[in-house]
Every structure is written in structure tokens, then in C-alpha cells.
């Protein structure tokens, strides 16, 4: 069995982690569009609560957002919709958030336990950490909480495809010998 290098120990160490991991930042003009599904995550509450929140974790650059709420599509006129703006300033892992509370005189904001929220930005980078979505329908509490993890960056995608491709060329290539 072979050595394995120093050079290759270093590279998965040091280099994978970094490239398997895309960063969730929004530039201005771009949209993030989240459709989700309330499940129930506990017991019946007393509570009525009928809310959502959405987290940003503080950078140091400043950056604003509009985030609009939908209880079906985005084509609909949206149950909620704001500007969030960060003057900057801030470092991860600390967040800045902003949240609402429905009116309960009102039906649900989500009556099928499903909708979108769009997240759009508006100037600066902003990067999105979590939404959290709860209602309380007929004595049943339902909520979401969907923290924003990242697709695999262009690098990560690249990474695994070269390794795959020198994993099969070595297997064909083993395979050819013992013909």
C-alpha cells in the first residue's frame, strides 16, 4: 500500500472545506424565494401565535433588503412586506432580525399550512441566516424553521467531479491490469 502524500493530506484538510461550501449572500437585484411546508412541531399551545421572522447575520459593510410574505404565490398581493436595512458595522455570528406577529381578528396568514417568503436585495451584500414561520390552527401548533444552508459552490462541484473522474480512471485502469 502507498504513502499517501503530505501534499494530499493538506489538500483535503485545508482546501475541501472551503470549496464544499457555497456562501448564502444575496447582491442587489438578486431574489431568494423560500416555499415552505408548517409542520407541526409541538402540542397544542394556548398561545394563537400567527408569526414569522427572518434573521441576517451582521457584516460590516452595510446592506438593505424588501422582504414580502405570500400565503400561496408570489403573484398574489403579499400578507406583509418590508425594508430591512443594516448600517453596517457587525461580524458573524451575531444576527440582526425583524419579525411580525398576524393579526389573530383575521384568518391565518397560512390556512393550508404551506407559503413563500421572498427575500430580495436591495443594496449591499446581505447573507441570510434563518426563517422561522409559526401559526396555531385549531389547537394545533405548526411552524418552520428553515436556517439557510448553503448550495455547494461551483469550486465544491468542480472538487468532487476531478476526484470522481481519477477515482473511475484508477478502477479502470486496475481493472485493465489484471486482464
Given at each position: 500500500?502507498?504513502k499517501?502524500s ?18 448564502l449572500f ?13 409542520l ?6 394556548p ?47 451575531y444576527?440582526?432580525g425583524w419579525?411580525?406577529v ?17 427575500v ?6 446581505s ?6 414561520a ?13 436556517v439557510a ?31
Amino acid at each position: 500500500m502507498k504513502k499517501v502524500s503530505a501534499k494530499l493530506i493538506v489538500f483535503f484538510l485545508f482546501l475541501v472545506p472551503h470549496a464544499c461550501f457555497g456562501e448564502l449572500f444575496l447582491v442587489p437585484g438578486q431574489t431568494f424565494t423560500l416555499n415552505f411546508t408548517l409542520l407541526p412541531i409541538q402540542a397544542a399551545q394556548p398561545s394563537d401565535i400567527w408569526d414569522a421572522q427572518i434573521y441576517f447575520l451582521q457584516t460590516a459593510e452595510s446592506w438593505s433588503v424588501k422582504i414580502e410574505f405570500f400565503s400561496n404565490a408570489v403573484s398574489e398581493v403579499p400578507l406583509e412586506s418590508t425594508t430591512l436595512s443594516w448600517p453596517g458595522g457587525g461580524s458573524s455570528p451575531y444576527t440582526i432580525g425583524w419579525g411580525i406577529v398576524f393579526n389573530k381578528e383575521v384568518p391565518p396568514p397560512w390556512p393550508n399550512l404551506q407559503g413563500i417568503v421572498r427575500v430580495t436585495d436591495l443594496t449591499g451584500i446581505s447573507e441570510l441566516d434563518r426563517i422561522l414561520a409559526h401559526e396555531d390552527v385549531h389547537g394545533g401548533f405548526y411552524g418552520v424553521d428553515y436556517v439557510a444552508i448553503p448550495e455547494p459552490s461551483v469550486l465544491a462541484v468542480f472538487v468532487c467531479g476531478i476526484v470522481l473522474f481519477l477515482r473511475s480512471a484508477k478502477l479502470c485502469r486496475n481493472v485493465s491490469h489484471h486482464n
